[in-house]
């Protein structure tokens, strides 16, 4: 099943991920998303 995440959403999940000492696994964890996704979407 595929989720649609707002641009909002994404931009917030993604600033999270660059802060520092961020976890992207635990980042990507607890919004239920793939670390290889949140990755991707920083690209």
Known sequence: M???W??????RII???F???AN???I???HGLLPQQLYAWRR
């Open 28 to 30: 990507a964890r607890t």
């Open 6 to 11: 707002s641009a909002e959403a994404k931009a």
């Open 2 to 4: 595929r989720r649609r």
């Open 15 to 17: 600033a999270s991920s």
């Open 24 to 26: 992207i696994a635990e």
């Open 19 to 21: 802060e520092p000492g």
